[in-house]
């Protein structure tokens, strides 16, 4: 039961980056799920009928997953059940919620991360067209690390996430957000939504796409992370060594 006089705690039901509605969570007990007679009907394939619960306990509310069958995360994490805090994301499916109690400053809500991301390539068995061949003294290919994102300020700080997909969003729905691209040419960050537009290192995106650099910090809903391709890097100092070296071929005079 809801605590005499706590905040009121509620659900921002969104998918892809747009809001879809808001939830008050007003009952001791707030069903998730497929079917028509969950209090937060979601109606996907990808959700099970009876998904989730949340319960509330004084001035503390639990999600519990109740067995799904694809089931349930928070902030990215798979969860059996979880003491919610403002701000966390709960993602079911494609969809997400944003757990918020009001009179809470929206700085603690932090960003929305899409982390509905595909498995990274360890997690699949080696193919007969996927096994590379390595000519005779050649040396071993090295790892290269994936770009990633780190939140630097706000609830998240710390929080480090891998840009596997090639479109990300990061941002608050209704607030701010940016979409962060994977190209052929490297990473770009664009402003998608919000009438404020992103900062990278102190300066106004405005609404062109913008070509990211490792070590380079952006500002979205106030709060800052930091850019990192460690991959790039590499490849450039490589490049650099490689034109040092080369042999300078004198002119005809």
Known sequence: MLAEGAAMP???????????????LTKDRT?????????????????SGEHAVM???????????LGSTNGTTVNGQPIKKHLLQNGDTVEIGKYRLRYQVDGVAHEDY???????????????????????????????????????????TGANAGR?????????????PGHQVAVITRRPTGYFVAHVEGEVFPMVNGQNLGS?????????????????????????????????????????????G
Request: no cysteine.
């Open 10 to 24: 509620r659900l921002v039901l969104s998918l892809d980056g747009v809001v879809l509605r808001e939830v008050p």
């Open 31 to 47: 069903t998730i799920g497929r079917r028509s007679h969950n209090d937060v009907v979601i109606d996907n394939l990808a959700v």
């Open 55 to 65: 319960i509330a306990n004084g001035a503390e509310t639990y999600l519990e997953d």
């Open 110 to 152: 932090g960003v929305d991360i899409d982390t509905s991301q595909p498995l990274r390539r360890e997690f699949y068995g080696p193919g007969p067209t996927t096994i590379q061949v390595r000519q005779p003294g050649a040396p071993e290919a090295q790892p290269v690390a994936a770009a990633a994102i780190k939140i630097l």
């Open 160 to 172: 480090e996430l891998a840009l596997v997909k090639a479109l990300t969003t990061v941002g608050r």
């Open 208 to 252: 062109a796409a913008h070509p990211l650099n490792h070590g380079d910090v952006i500002e979205l809903a106030g709060v800052q992370m930091e850019f990192s391709n460690p991959g790039a890097q590499k490849a450039d100092a490589q490049a650099a060594a490689a034109a040092m070296s080369a042999p300078t071929v004198p002119g005809r």
